[in-house]
Each structure stands twice: as structure tokens, then as C-alpha cells.
């Protein structure tokens, strides 16, 4: 499971880079499509847009602050080095790294807490299964823009 965590984050990341280095797809670029299609996916009405979006943002912000960023970072600094760091220094990355995606999972689960406080359980569920889906077809798209471009070399 956690593996595939740090495949999809991986994934994820390669996208925007990907995408950024012929389109210039930004992050905020990024963002805005995902807005769109999860907000295509679970079909809200303009109150419970405006409600989920302030609740969904609000969250994404402080999972990226609170987790991911930190996680960012400590990749950073130990996979330039991987094969030279001492077991201790792995032990702790692993423990860090795994404190951190625990950290991120607690806050969806707040999150959705908050989101059912306003919308139905079959919302929320439309929420996590569009965010699913997003990231597959970001993968999906990946995938086909790297065969592409290996079948012209």
C-alpha cells in the first residue's frame, strides 16, 4: 500500500514536470483541472460547491504543509545519498516519511468528517472515487505520452 502511495506521488510529480516542459503546466494549472474534474464527478449544487471547495482547499493546503512539503524534503535529502547512508539514518527517513503519510491519511479523515457534516456519505464517497480517478488518468496520460514519445525515437 505504501508503495503504491510513493509510486502515485511519483507519477503525480513526473506529470507536472512532464506536463510543464511542452505545455508550461503549472502547478495552479494543475489544480484548476483537477477543480474541474472532481467538480464535473460529484455533482454539486452552488451551496454545497462553495461549502466543499472552502473545506477541500482548506485541507489540500495543510496536508501540503504539514506532509507533503516535509516529505518533499526529506526525500530530498536522503535519496541523493541512498546507498550511502548509515541504517540508523534509513530507519529514521522511513520512520519520518511514514509518520508524515499517517499524518496526511488523519487529515483526509478530518476532512471528510467536516465534509459530511454538509454533504450526503454518497458525496464524500463521489470525492474520494473522483480524486481515484483523477490520479489514474494523470497516470493513464503519462504512460501514453511517454510511449509516444519512445515510439518516435
Do not use: C
Not at 503525480?12 to 512532464?18: G, P, Q
Not at 520512520?95 to 456519505?121: C, G, H
Not at 463521489?126 to 480524486?131: N, R
Request: charged letters at 35%.
Amino acid at each position: 500500500m505504501k508503495m503504491n502511495r510513493f509510486i502515485l506521488i511519483i507519477a503525480i510529480l513526473n506529470i507536472s514536470y512532464t506536463l510543464g516542459q511542452e505545455g508550461k503546466m503549472s502547478f495552479e494549472r494543475l489544480k484548476a483541472i483537477k477543480m474541474t474534474f472532481i467538480t464535473e464527478k460529484i455533482g454539486l449544487n452552488e451551496n454545497e460547491e462553495a461549502f466543499f471547495w472552502r473545506i477541500y482547499n482548506d485541507y489540500e493546503k495543510k496536508i501540503y504543509e504539514r506532509s507533503s512539503q516535509k516529505i518533499r524534503s526529506i526525500r530530498k535529502k536522503y535519496f541523493k545519498e541512498i546507498d550511502n547512508i548509515s541504517s540508523l539514518e534509513a530507519y529514521k527517513a522511513i520512520n519520518q516519511m511514514n509518520n508524515l503519510e499517517n499524518l496526511a491519511l488523519e487529515l483526509k479523515e478530518k476532512r471528510d468528517l467536516k465534509l459530511l457534516d454538509s454533504l450526503s456519505p454518497n458525496k464524500v464517497l463521489k470525492v474520494q472515487h473522483a480524486e481515484y480517478r483523477f490520479k489514474r488518468e494523470m497516470i493513464f496520460k503519462i504512460i501514453k505520452k511517454t510511449n509516444q514519445e519512445a515510439e518516435k525515437q
